[in-house]
Protein backbone atom coordinates (compact mmCIF):
# COMPACT_ATOMS: atom_id res chain seq x y z
CA UNK A 1 0.00 0.00 0.00
CA UNK A 2 3.19 2.36 0.54
CA UNK A 3 3.35 2.56 -3.20
CA UNK A 4 -0.31 4.48 -4.31
CA UNK A 5 0.01 6.36 -0.78
CA UNK A 6 2.72 7.90 -1.71
CA UNK A 7 1.56 8.53 -5.31
CA UNK A 8 -1.52 10.18 -3.90
CA UNK A 9 0.65 12.28 -1.45
CA UNK A 10 2.78 13.15 -4.78
CA UNK A 11 -0.45 14.36 -6.45
CA UNK A 12 -1.29 16.47 -3.14
CA UNK A 13 2.45 18.15 -3.09
CA UNK A 14 1.80 19.23 -6.70
CA UNK A 15 -1.49 20.33 -6.14
CA UNK A 16 -0.18 22.81 -3.48
CA UNK A 17 2.92 23.77 -5.41
CA UNK A 18 0.92 24.10 -8.55
CA UNK A 19 0.13 27.93 -10.16
CA UNK A 20 -3.48 28.04 -10.44
CA UNK A 21 -3.61 31.13 -12.77
CA UNK A 22 -1.08 29.03 -14.87
CA UNK A 23 -2.91 26.12 -14.46
CA UNK A 24 -6.35 27.55 -15.12
CA UNK A 25 -5.11 29.15 -18.71
CA UNK A 26 -3.47 25.46 -19.60
CA UNK A 27 -7.12 24.45 -18.94
CA UNK A 28 -8.75 27.06 -21.18
CA UNK A 29 -6.11 25.95 -23.73
CA UNK A 30 -6.69 22.86 -23.39
CA UNK A 31 -10.63 23.53 -24.01
CA UNK A 32 -10.01 25.81 -27.19
CA UNK A 33 -8.11 22.94 -29.06
CA UNK A 34 -10.50 20.02 -28.78
CA UNK A 35 -9.58 18.53 -25.48
CA UNK A 36 -13.44 19.31 -23.67
CA UNK A 37 -13.18 16.26 -21.42
CA UNK A 38 -9.70 16.62 -20.41
CA UNK A 39 -10.23 20.17 -19.68
CA UNK A 40 -13.43 19.88 -17.78
CA UNK A 41 -11.62 17.03 -15.95
CA UNK A 42 -9.16 19.18 -14.85
CA UNK A 43 -11.20 21.94 -13.46
CA UNK A 44 -13.50 19.90 -11.55
CA UNK A 45 -10.48 17.70 -10.03
CA UNK A 46 -9.16 21.31 -8.72
CA UNK A 47 -12.28 23.36 -8.28
CA UNK A 48 -11.83 23.34 -4.44
CA UNK A 49 -8.47 23.62 -4.60
CA UNK A 50 -9.24 27.51 -5.87
CA UNK A 51 -11.25 29.95 -6.78
CA UNK A 52 -10.14 30.30 -9.91
CA UNK A 53 -10.17 26.83 -10.55
CA UNK A 54 -13.38 26.41 -9.98
CA UNK A 55 -14.17 29.28 -12.14
CA UNK A 56 -13.14 27.64 -14.78
CA UNK A 57 -14.94 24.70 -14.28
CA UNK A 58 -17.81 27.17 -14.48
CA UNK A 59 -17.52 28.94 -17.13
CA UNK A 60 -17.02 25.10 -18.91
CA UNK A 61 -20.39 24.55 -17.69
CA UNK A 62 -21.23 28.09 -18.86
CA UNK A 63 -19.91 27.63 -22.34
CA UNK A 64 -21.71 23.98 -23.04
CA UNK A 65 -25.49 26.24 -22.15
CA UNK A 66 -24.74 29.42 -24.50
CA UNK A 67 -23.63 26.37 -26.90
CA UNK A 68 -27.21 25.06 -26.59
CA UNK A 69 -29.42 27.00 -25.00
CA UNK A 70 -30.59 23.98 -23.47
CA UNK A 71 -32.45 24.73 -20.20
CA UNK A 72 -31.21 21.41 -18.42
CA UNK A 73 -27.44 22.64 -19.34
CA UNK A 74 -28.64 26.38 -18.77
CA UNK A 75 -29.59 25.32 -15.01
CA UNK A 76 -26.29 23.44 -14.43
CA UNK A 77 -24.76 26.95 -15.41
CA UNK A 78 -26.76 28.09 -12.97
CA UNK A 79 -25.58 26.17 -9.83
CA UNK A 80 -22.36 26.32 -10.63
CA UNK A 81 -22.16 30.04 -11.02
CA UNK A 82 -23.69 30.20 -7.73
CA UNK A 83 -21.60 27.57 -6.28
CA UNK A 84 -17.93 29.88 -7.55
CA UNK A 85 -19.64 32.83 -6.24
CA UNK A 86 -20.28 31.14 -2.90
CA UNK A 87 -16.85 29.85 -2.30
CA UNK A 88 -15.59 33.29 -3.56
CA UNK A 89 -17.73 35.26 -0.69
CA UNK A 90 -17.40 32.89 1.79
CA UNK A 91 -14.04 33.90 2.73
CA UNK A 92 -14.16 37.78 1.83
CA UNK A 93 -14.46 39.65 5.23
CA UNK A 94 -12.01 37.18 6.93
CA UNK A 95 -9.70 38.38 3.67
CA UNK A 96 -9.95 41.95 4.27
CA UNK A 97 -9.10 41.29 8.10
CA UNK A 98 -6.04 38.85 7.16
CA UNK A 99 -5.00 41.98 5.08
CA UNK A 100 -5.00 44.17 8.23
CA UNK A 101 -3.72 41.84 10.71
CA UNK A 102 -0.86 40.61 8.81
CA UNK A 103 0.12 44.42 8.10
CA UNK A 104 -0.39 45.25 11.64
CA UNK A 105 1.72 42.64 12.65
CA UNK A 106 4.00 40.49 10.64
CA UNK A 107 4.46 43.35 8.25
CA UNK A 108 4.67 40.39 5.88
CA UNK A 109 5.07 42.58 2.66
CA UNK A 110 5.02 39.22 0.76
CA UNK A 111 2.25 37.80 1.94
CA UNK A 112 0.06 40.40 2.11
CA UNK A 113 0.59 40.86 -1.45
CA UNK A 114 -0.90 37.63 -1.98
CA UNK A 115 -3.38 37.92 0.18
CA UNK A 116 -4.37 41.20 -2.07
CA UNK A 117 -3.91 39.54 -5.33
CA UNK A 118 -6.69 36.86 -3.84
CA UNK A 119 -8.85 39.36 -2.86
CA UNK A 120 -8.66 41.15 -5.72
CA UNK A 121 -9.29 37.65 -7.79
CA UNK A 122 -11.84 36.93 -5.81
CA UNK A 123 -14.15 39.92 -6.08
CA UNK A 124 -13.58 39.85 -10.36
CA UNK A 125 -14.73 36.20 -10.39
CA UNK A 126 -17.91 36.73 -8.41
CA UNK A 127 -18.36 40.00 -10.87
CA UNK A 128 -17.56 37.62 -14.10
CA UNK A 129 -20.20 35.10 -11.98
CA UNK A 130 -22.92 37.96 -12.03
CA UNK A 131 -22.41 38.65 -15.83
CA UNK A 132 -22.78 34.86 -16.98
CA UNK A 133 -26.00 34.91 -14.39
CA UNK A 134 -27.17 37.70 -16.29
CA UNK A 135 -26.58 36.71 -20.16
CA UNK A 136 -28.33 33.32 -19.09
CA UNK A 137 -30.94 35.30 -18.07
CA UNK A 138 -31.26 37.52 -21.10
CA UNK A 139 -31.15 34.36 -23.20
CA UNK A 140 -34.72 33.60 -22.41
CA UNK A 141 -35.73 36.62 -24.30
CA UNK A 142 -38.57 37.55 -21.58
CA UNK A 143 -39.21 41.10 -19.91
CA UNK A 144 -39.08 39.49 -16.26
CA UNK A 145 -35.47 37.86 -17.28
CA UNK A 146 -34.01 41.39 -18.76
CA UNK A 147 -35.47 43.30 -15.30
CA UNK A 148 -33.41 40.37 -13.43
CA UNK A 149 -30.09 40.89 -15.56
CA UNK A 150 -30.61 43.99 -15.17
CA UNK A 151 -30.25 43.86 -11.32
CA UNK A 152 -27.69 41.08 -11.20
CA UNK A 153 -25.64 43.55 -13.79
CA UNK A 154 -25.84 45.95 -11.42
CA UNK A 155 -23.59 44.58 -8.65
CA UNK A 156 -21.27 43.31 -11.09
CA UNK A 157 -20.51 47.17 -12.61
CA UNK A 158 -20.48 48.46 -8.78
CA UNK A 159 -17.71 45.34 -8.27
CA UNK A 160 -15.79 46.25 -11.86
CA UNK A 161 -15.76 49.38 -10.88
CA UNK A 162 -14.29 49.04 -7.45
CA UNK A 163 -11.54 46.33 -8.85
CA UNK A 164 -10.15 48.16 -11.66
CA UNK A 165 -9.59 51.49 -9.74
CA UNK A 166 -7.93 49.72 -6.77
CA UNK A 167 -5.81 47.65 -9.34
CA UNK A 168 -4.96 51.37 -11.36
CA UNK A 169 -4.06 52.93 -7.86
CA UNK A 170 -1.78 50.01 -7.18
CA UNK A 171 -0.10 50.05 -10.73
CA UNK A 172 0.51 53.77 -10.16
CA UNK A 173 1.83 53.31 -6.84
CA UNK A 174 4.28 50.45 -7.94
CA UNK A 175 5.41 53.27 -10.68
CA UNK A 176 5.68 56.08 -8.18
CA UNK A 177 7.89 53.43 -5.85
CA UNK A 178 11.33 54.38 -6.89
CA UNK A 179 11.16 57.73 -6.77
CA UNK A 180 8.80 57.77 -3.25
CA UNK A 181 10.25 55.18 -1.31
CA UNK A 182 11.71 56.83 1.26
CA UNK A 183 9.17 59.53 1.89
CA UNK A 184 6.34 56.94 1.29
CA UNK A 185 8.66 54.94 4.26
CA UNK A 186 7.70 57.82 6.61
CA UNK A 187 4.57 59.03 5.74
CA UNK A 188 2.96 56.57 4.79
CA UNK A 189 2.96 54.15 8.29
CA UNK A 190 -0.18 54.28 9.21
CA UNK A 191 -1.89 53.74 5.74
CA UNK A 192 -2.45 50.20 5.69
CA UNK A 193 -2.44 50.21 2.18
CA UNK A 194 1.27 51.12 1.84
CA UNK A 195 3.11 47.72 2.80
CA UNK A 196 0.51 46.43 -0.03
CA UNK A 197 1.33 48.70 -2.60
CA UNK A 198 5.33 47.60 -1.89
CA UNK A 199 4.45 44.10 -2.69
CA UNK A 200 2.43 43.01 -5.41
CA UNK A 201 4.12 42.39 -8.65
CA UNK A 202 4.00 44.48 -11.28
CA UNK A 203 3.00 40.94 -13.10
CA UNK A 204 0.22 39.85 -10.53
CA UNK A 205 -1.21 43.75 -11.52
CA UNK A 206 -1.09 42.90 -15.06
CA UNK A 207 -2.88 39.82 -15.44
CA UNK A 208 -5.40 41.33 -12.58
CA UNK A 209 -5.97 44.26 -15.46
CA UNK A 210 -6.69 41.46 -18.08
CA UNK A 211 -9.03 39.72 -15.81
CA UNK A 212 -10.92 42.46 -14.87
CA UNK A 213 -11.26 43.72 -18.67
CA UNK A 214 -12.50 41.05 -19.80
CA UNK A 215 -15.38 40.63 -17.74
CA UNK A 216 -15.91 44.68 -17.99
CA UNK A 217 -15.51 44.44 -21.88
CA UNK A 218 -17.97 41.52 -21.62
CA UNK A 219 -20.40 43.44 -19.41
CA UNK A 220 -20.66 46.17 -22.01
CA UNK A 221 -21.64 44.40 -24.97
CA UNK A 222 -24.23 43.01 -22.47
CA UNK A 223 -25.43 46.11 -22.19
CA UNK A 224 -25.54 46.43 -26.11
CA UNK A 225 -27.59 43.93 -26.55
CA UNK A 226 -30.76 44.76 -24.23
CA UNK A 227 -33.54 45.95 -26.20
CA UNK A 228 -34.05 49.70 -26.51
CA UNK A 229 -37.32 50.44 -25.01
CA UNK A 230 -35.37 48.82 -21.58
CA UNK A 231 -32.28 51.01 -21.79
CA UNK A 232 -33.80 53.72 -19.63
CA UNK A 233 -34.41 51.33 -16.92
CA UNK A 234 -30.81 50.03 -17.54
CA UNK A 235 -29.47 53.92 -17.00
CA UNK A 236 -31.76 54.36 -13.88
CA UNK A 237 -30.13 50.97 -12.80
CA UNK A 238 -26.60 52.97 -12.59
CA UNK A 239 -24.06 51.74 -15.23
CA UNK A 240 -23.88 53.73 -18.89
CA UNK A 241 -23.49 50.58 -21.56
CA UNK A 242 -20.26 51.71 -23.92
CA UNK A 243 -19.78 48.82 -26.93
CA UNK A 244 -16.45 50.44 -28.25
CA UNK A 245 -14.78 50.49 -24.73
CA UNK A 246 -16.30 46.75 -24.30
CA UNK A 247 -14.09 45.74 -27.67
CA UNK A 248 -11.27 47.92 -26.50
CA UNK A 249 -11.32 45.80 -22.90
CA UNK A 250 -11.73 42.38 -24.56
CA UNK A 251 -8.59 43.52 -26.94
CA UNK A 252 -6.68 44.23 -23.77
CA UNK A 253 -7.78 41.14 -22.17
CA UNK A 254 -7.33 39.07 -25.15
CA UNK A 255 -3.56 39.65 -25.05
CA UNK A 256 -3.22 39.37 -21.40
CA UNK A 257 -1.68 35.97 -19.30
CA UNK A 258 -4.73 35.45 -17.83
CA UNK A 259 -6.84 32.49 -18.12
CA UNK A 260 -9.61 34.66 -19.36
CA UNK A 261 -7.55 35.63 -22.53
CA UNK A 262 -7.93 32.85 -24.96
CA UNK A 263 -11.55 33.63 -23.67
CA UNK A 264 -11.33 37.32 -24.68
CA UNK A 265 -10.35 36.30 -28.10
CA UNK A 266 -13.39 33.75 -28.61
CA UNK A 267 -15.95 37.12 -27.31
CA UNK A 268 -14.71 39.30 -30.06
CA UNK A 269 -14.92 36.32 -32.48
CA UNK A 270 -18.69 35.77 -30.76
CA UNK A 271 -19.46 39.29 -31.34
CA UNK A 272 -17.75 39.97 -34.98
CA UNK A 273 -19.47 37.24 -36.56
CA UNK A 274 -22.72 36.77 -34.55
CA UNK A 275 -23.56 39.55 -32.49
CA UNK A 276 -22.92 42.23 -34.95
CA UNK A 277 -24.22 40.85 -38.53
CA UNK A 278 -27.59 39.64 -36.35
CA UNK A 279 -28.81 43.24 -34.55
CA UNK A 280 -26.92 45.21 -37.11
CA UNK A 281 -25.50 47.28 -34.79
CA UNK A 282 -23.75 49.24 -36.88
CA UNK A 283 -26.52 49.14 -39.58
CA UNK A 284 -25.66 46.63 -42.66
CA UNK A 285 -22.20 47.18 -43.21
CA UNK A 286 -20.34 44.30 -41.02
CA UNK A 287 -16.97 45.01 -43.59
CA UNK A 288 -14.64 45.90 -40.50
CA UNK A 289 -15.79 43.19 -37.98
CA UNK A 290 -15.11 40.45 -40.79
CA UNK A 291 -11.66 42.47 -41.42
CA UNK A 292 -11.34 41.65 -37.42
CA UNK A 293 -12.22 38.40 -36.64
CA UNK A 294 -9.80 37.36 -39.47
CA UNK A 295 -6.51 38.99 -38.33
CA UNK A 296 -7.55 37.58 -34.59
CA UNK A 297 -7.87 34.23 -36.40
CA UNK A 298 -4.56 35.32 -38.42
CA UNK A 299 -3.19 35.76 -35.02
CA UNK A 300 -4.05 32.90 -33.34
CA UNK A 301 -3.83 30.14 -36.28
CA UNK A 302 -0.29 29.00 -34.50
CA UNK A 303 -1.84 28.65 -31.08
CA UNK A 304 -5.23 26.79 -32.08
CA UNK A 305 -4.31 25.46 -35.47
CA UNK A 306 -7.10 22.56 -35.01
CA UNK A 307 -9.32 24.01 -32.86
CA UNK A 308 -12.67 23.15 -33.69
CA UNK A 309 -13.96 26.37 -32.44
CA UNK A 310 -11.83 28.46 -34.30
CA UNK A 311 -12.63 26.74 -37.43
CA UNK A 312 -16.32 27.56 -36.62
CA UNK A 313 -15.48 31.17 -36.30
CA UNK A 314 -13.54 30.90 -39.32
CA UNK A 315 -16.57 29.12 -41.87
CA UNK A 316 -18.89 32.05 -40.02
CA UNK A 317 -16.49 34.79 -41.67
CA UNK A 318 -16.78 32.80 -44.86
CA UNK A 319 -20.74 32.74 -44.58
CA UNK A 320 -20.72 36.65 -44.14
CA UNK A 321 -18.15 37.08 -47.10
CA UNK A 322 -20.97 34.72 -49.05
CA UNK A 323 -18.48 31.96 -49.38
CA UNK A 324 -20.88 29.60 -49.00
CA UNK A 325 -19.35 26.37 -50.01
CA UNK A 326 -16.09 27.78 -48.15
CA UNK A 327 -17.77 28.09 -44.95
CA UNK A 328 -19.59 24.64 -45.55
CA UNK A 329 -16.10 23.20 -45.57
CA UNK A 330 -14.97 24.58 -42.33
CA UNK A 331 -18.61 23.75 -40.84
CA UNK A 332 -18.15 20.14 -41.93
CA UNK A 333 -14.48 20.01 -40.60
CA UNK A 334 -15.13 21.58 -36.97
CA UNK A 335 -18.00 18.99 -36.86
CA UNK A 336 -15.39 16.31 -37.37
CA UNK A 337 -12.77 18.18 -34.78
CA UNK A 338 -15.34 17.92 -32.06
CA UNK A 339 -16.75 14.39 -32.41
CA UNK A 340 -16.18 13.94 -29.01
CA UNK A 341 -18.21 17.66 -28.11
CA UNK A 342 -22.09 17.22 -29.30
CA UNK A 343 -22.57 20.77 -28.18
CA UNK A 344 -20.02 22.09 -30.95
CA UNK A 345 -21.49 19.28 -32.87
CA UNK A 346 -25.12 20.90 -32.96
CA UNK A 347 -24.00 24.44 -33.94
CA UNK A 348 -22.17 23.24 -36.52
CA UNK A 349 -25.35 21.21 -37.82
CA UNK A 350 -27.36 24.73 -37.69
CA UNK A 351 -24.93 26.31 -39.37
CA UNK A 352 -24.78 23.47 -42.30
CA UNK A 353 -28.41 23.86 -42.12
CA UNK A 354 -28.06 27.55 -42.64
CA UNK A 355 -25.80 27.79 -45.19
CA UNK A 356 -27.78 24.79 -47.38
CA UNK A 357 -30.94 27.09 -47.23
CA UNK A 358 -28.90 29.96 -48.67
CA UNK A 359 -27.61 28.17 -51.36
CA UNK A 360 -30.99 26.17 -51.97
CA UNK A 361 -29.75 23.02 -51.58
CA UNK A 362 -33.16 22.35 -49.33
CA UNK A 363 -32.40 18.00 -48.90
CA UNK A 364 -29.36 18.86 -47.13
CA UNK A 365 -30.82 21.81 -45.11
CA UNK A 366 -33.43 19.86 -44.03
CA UNK A 367 -31.55 16.71 -42.59
CA UNK A 368 -29.09 18.92 -40.57
CA UNK A 369 -31.95 20.58 -38.99
CA UNK A 370 -34.00 16.92 -38.63
CA UNK A 371 -31.02 15.60 -36.75
CA UNK A 372 -31.00 18.97 -34.76
CA UNK A 373 -34.93 18.03 -34.07
CA UNK A 374 -34.07 14.82 -32.64
CA UNK A 375 -30.75 15.42 -30.62
CA UNK A 376 -30.82 18.85 -29.59
CA UNK A 377 -32.77 20.03 -26.12
CA UNK A 378 -32.92 23.19 -27.18
CA UNK A 379 -36.38 24.31 -29.07
CA UNK A 380 -36.98 21.18 -31.04
CA UNK A 381 -40.04 22.77 -31.89
CA UNK A 382 -37.88 25.48 -33.74
CA UNK A 383 -35.60 23.31 -35.49
CA UNK A 384 -39.26 20.95 -36.34
CA UNK A 385 -40.58 23.85 -38.22
CA UNK A 386 -36.94 24.46 -40.30
CA UNK A 387 -37.06 20.41 -41.10
CA UNK A 388 -40.44 20.93 -42.46
CA UNK A 389 -40.27 24.19 -44.70
CA UNK A 390 -36.79 22.98 -46.03
CA UNK A 391 -38.55 19.14 -46.74
CA UNK A 392 -41.60 20.58 -48.01
CA UNK A 393 -39.05 23.19 -50.63
CA UNK A 394 -37.29 19.98 -51.67
CA UNK A 395 -40.34 18.50 -52.89
CA UNK A 396 -41.54 16.27 -50.23
CA UNK A 397 -44.73 17.68 -49.35
CA UNK A 398 -46.07 14.62 -47.04
CA UNK A 399 -43.01 14.52 -45.17
CA UNK A 400 -43.36 18.28 -44.43
CA UNK A 401 -47.00 18.50 -43.66
CA UNK A 402 -46.05 15.22 -41.00
CA UNK A 403 -43.56 17.30 -39.37
CA UNK A 404 -45.72 20.06 -39.42
CA UNK A 405 -48.14 17.89 -37.43
CA UNK A 406 -45.34 17.68 -34.64
CA UNK A 407 -44.67 21.51 -34.17
CA UNK A 408 -47.48 22.03 -32.08
CA UNK A 409 -46.41 19.01 -29.61
CA UNK A 410 -42.97 19.77 -29.40
CA UNK A 411 -44.16 24.00 -28.34
CA UNK A 412 -42.74 24.41 -24.66
CA UNK A 413 -41.39 27.11 -23.98
CA UNK A 414 -45.05 28.97 -24.30
CA UNK A 415 -43.36 32.76 -23.84
CA UNK A 416 -40.49 32.00 -26.51
CA UNK A 417 -41.28 34.57 -29.24
CA UNK A 418 -39.61 31.98 -31.98
CA UNK A 419 -41.33 29.20 -30.45
CA UNK A 420 -44.27 31.11 -31.40
CA UNK A 421 -43.79 32.36 -34.83
CA UNK A 422 -42.52 28.20 -35.64
CA UNK A 423 -45.95 27.21 -34.17
CA UNK A 424 -48.01 29.59 -35.65
CA UNK A 425 -46.01 29.08 -38.92
CA UNK A 426 -46.67 25.26 -38.86
CA UNK A 427 -50.06 25.82 -38.75
CA UNK A 428 -50.85 27.68 -41.13
CA UNK A 429 -49.08 25.58 -43.85
CA UNK A 430 -50.62 22.50 -42.61
CA UNK A 431 -54.19 24.13 -42.71
CA UNK A 432 -54.02 25.38 -46.01
CA UNK A 433 -52.09 21.97 -47.90
CA UNK A 434 -49.08 23.82 -48.55
CA UNK A 435 -47.36 23.79 -51.80
CA UNK A 436 -43.55 23.66 -52.50
CA UNK A 437 -43.60 27.57 -53.43
CA UNK A 438 -45.25 28.38 -50.53
CA UNK A 439 -42.56 26.24 -48.31
CA UNK A 440 -39.75 27.89 -50.26
CA UNK A 441 -41.61 31.21 -49.21
CA UNK A 442 -40.89 30.12 -45.59
CA UNK A 443 -37.10 29.41 -46.18
CA UNK A 444 -36.84 32.85 -47.54
CA UNK A 445 -39.10 34.80 -44.74
CA UNK A 446 -36.55 33.01 -41.99
CA UNK A 447 -33.51 34.20 -44.19
CA UNK A 448 -34.79 37.70 -43.98
CA UNK A 449 -35.74 37.45 -40.60
CA UNK A 450 -32.20 35.97 -39.72
CA UNK A 451 -30.54 38.45 -41.85
CA UNK A 452 -29.46 36.04 -43.99
CA UNK A 453 -30.10 37.15 -47.49
CA UNK A 454 -27.40 39.34 -47.85
CA UNK A 455 -25.78 36.17 -47.67
CA UNK A 456 -26.59 35.02 -50.81
CA UNK A 457 -25.44 34.86 -54.14
CA UNK A 458 -26.94 37.22 -57.01
CA UNK A 459 -28.53 33.47 -58.90
CA UNK A 460 -29.93 32.68 -55.45
CA UNK A 461 -31.79 35.39 -55.08
CA UNK A 462 -32.32 36.19 -58.63
CA UNK A 463 -34.84 32.32 -58.14
CA UNK A 464 -36.54 33.19 -54.91
CA UNK A 465 -37.43 36.38 -56.91
CA UNK A 466 -38.99 34.41 -59.43
CA UNK A 467 -40.69 31.50 -56.84
CA UNK A 468 -41.95 34.74 -54.91
CA UNK A 469 -43.61 36.96 -58.20
CA UNK A 470 -44.78 33.55 -59.32
CA UNK A 471 -46.88 33.10 -55.99
CA UNK A 472 -50.71 34.54 -55.57
CA UNK A 473 -52.09 33.66 -51.97
CA UNK A 474 -53.52 36.94 -50.79
CA UNK A 475 -53.08 35.93 -47.18
CA UNK A 476 -49.15 36.25 -47.87
CA UNK A 477 -49.58 39.08 -50.24
CA UNK A 478 -47.72 41.40 -47.97
CA UNK A 479 -44.90 39.13 -47.21
CA UNK A 480 -44.21 38.21 -50.76
CA UNK A 481 -43.49 42.25 -51.43
CA UNK A 482 -41.59 42.74 -48.43
CA UNK A 483 -39.55 39.69 -49.01
CA UNK A 484 -38.98 40.97 -52.80
CA UNK A 485 -38.48 44.79 -51.33
CA UNK A 486 -35.54 43.27 -49.19
CA UNK A 487 -34.11 41.20 -52.38
CA UNK A 488 -34.16 43.70 -54.34
CA UNK A 489 -32.36 45.55 -51.78
CA UNK A 490 -30.09 43.20 -51.96
CA UNK A 491 -29.29 43.45 -55.72
CA UNK A 492 -29.05 47.23 -55.20
CA UNK A 493 -32.27 47.66 -57.32
CA UNK A 494 -33.72 50.36 -54.88
CA UNK A 495 -36.54 51.59 -56.90
CA UNK A 496 -37.77 48.36 -57.23
CA UNK A 497 -36.97 47.97 -53.31
CA UNK A 498 -39.06 50.80 -52.99
CA UNK A 499 -41.80 49.85 -55.04
CA UNK A 500 -42.48 46.59 -53.30
CA UNK A 501 -42.07 47.72 -49.64
CA UNK A 502 -44.38 50.32 -50.21
CA UNK A 503 -47.21 47.93 -51.56
CA UNK A 504 -45.87 45.65 -48.03
CA UNK A 505 -46.17 48.79 -45.58
CA UNK A 506 -49.60 49.08 -47.19
CA UNK A 507 -51.31 45.62 -46.77
CA UNK A 508 -53.37 45.27 -44.29
CA UNK A 509 -55.45 42.65 -45.58
CA UNK A 510 -52.88 40.09 -44.20
CA UNK A 511 -51.92 42.44 -41.29
CA UNK A 512 -53.20 39.61 -38.56
CA UNK A 513 -51.58 36.96 -40.35
CA UNK A 514 -48.22 38.78 -40.92
CA UNK A 515 -48.43 40.74 -37.98
CA UNK A 516 -44.44 41.87 -38.28
CA UNK A 517 -44.53 42.76 -42.17
CA UNK A 518 -45.85 46.68 -41.87
CA UNK A 519 -43.57 47.71 -39.55
CA UNK A 520 -40.49 45.61 -40.79
CA UNK A 521 -41.34 47.47 -44.60
CA UNK A 522 -41.72 51.26 -42.53
CA UNK A 523 -38.05 50.09 -41.36
CA UNK A 524 -36.37 48.68 -44.70
CA UNK A 525 -37.94 52.00 -46.04
CA UNK A 526 -36.20 54.35 -44.13
CA UNK A 527 -33.05 52.46 -44.00
CA UNK A 528 -32.89 52.88 -47.99
CA UNK A 529 -34.16 56.32 -47.79
CA UNK A 530 -30.98 57.36 -44.89
CA UNK A 531 -28.75 56.54 -47.51
CA UNK A 532 -29.57 59.77 -49.10
CA UNK A 533 -29.19 63.15 -47.94
CA UNK A 534 -31.65 64.42 -49.52
CA UNK A 535 -33.55 62.17 -48.37
CA UNK A 536 -32.36 61.36 -44.95
CA UNK A 537 -35.30 63.64 -43.10
CA UNK A 538 -38.02 61.21 -44.04
CA UNK A 539 -36.01 57.88 -43.18
CA UNK A 540 -35.76 58.80 -40.08
CA UNK A 541 -39.21 59.90 -39.49
CA UNK A 542 -40.08 56.10 -40.86
CA UNK A 543 -37.46 54.77 -38.64
CA UNK A 544 -39.85 56.44 -35.38
CA UNK A 545 -42.59 55.71 -37.29
CA UNK A 546 -41.76 51.64 -37.07
CA UNK A 547 -40.86 52.40 -33.79
CA UNK A 548 -44.00 54.12 -32.37
CA UNK A 549 -47.25 53.21 -34.24
CA UNK A 550 -46.64 49.07 -34.06
CA UNK A 551 -46.84 47.20 -31.09
CA UNK A 552 -47.67 43.58 -29.80
CA UNK A 553 -46.16 41.98 -33.52
CA UNK A 554 -43.95 39.04 -34.03
CA UNK A 555 -39.73 39.86 -33.41
CA UNK A 556 -40.70 43.39 -31.89
CA UNK A 557 -37.67 43.51 -29.24
CA UNK A 558 -35.34 42.54 -32.82
CA UNK A 559 -36.74 45.48 -35.07
CA UNK A 560 -36.40 47.96 -31.98
CA UNK A 561 -32.75 46.92 -31.82
CA UNK A 562 -32.36 47.34 -34.82
CA UNK A 563 -34.01 50.93 -35.02
CA UNK A 564 -32.07 52.16 -32.17
CA UNK A 565 -29.00 51.01 -34.39
CA UNK A 566 -29.59 53.53 -37.52
CA UNK A 567 -30.95 56.32 -35.29
CA UNK A 568 -27.68 55.97 -33.37
CA UNK A 569 -25.71 55.79 -36.46
CA UNK A 570 -27.64 58.30 -37.84
CA UNK A 571 -26.75 60.70 -34.95
CA UNK A 572 -23.04 60.19 -35.36
CA UNK A 573 -23.08 61.72 -39.04
CA UNK A 574 -25.72 64.36 -38.23
CA UNK A 575 -25.32 65.66 -34.88
CA UNK A 576 -29.17 65.95 -33.78
Not at 65 to 75: D, S
Not at 332 to 343: G, I, K, V
Not at 380 to 409: N, P, R
Amino acid sequence: MAGPERSQQQVEEKAEQLDDSEMALQGINMLLNNGFKESDELFRRYRTHSPLMSFGASFVSFLNAMMTFEEEKMQTACDDLRTTEKLCESDSAGVIETIKNKIKKSMDSQRSGVVVVDRLQRQIIVADCQVYLAVLSFVKQELSAYIKGGWILRKAWKMYNKCHSDISQLQEAGQRRPSLHHESLSTDNANHNAPVENCVTAEALDRLKGSVSFGYGLFHLCISMVPPHLLKIINLLGFPGDRLQGLSSLMYASESKDMKAPLATLALLWYHTVVLPFFALDGSDTHEGLLEAKAILQRKSVVYPNSSLFMFFKGRVHRLECHINSALACFHDALELASDQREIQHVCLYEIGWCSMIEMSFEDAYRSFERLKNESRWSQCYYAYLTGVCQGASGDLDGAIGVFKEVQKLFKRKNNQIEQFAVKRAERLRKISPTRELCILGVIEVLYLWKALQNCSSSKLQIMNQVLQSLDESSCRGLKHLLLGAIHKCHGNMRDAIQSLQLAARDEYGRHINSYVQPYAVYELGCILLAKHETLGKGRSLLLQAKEDFTGYDFENRLHVRIHSALASLKEVVPQ
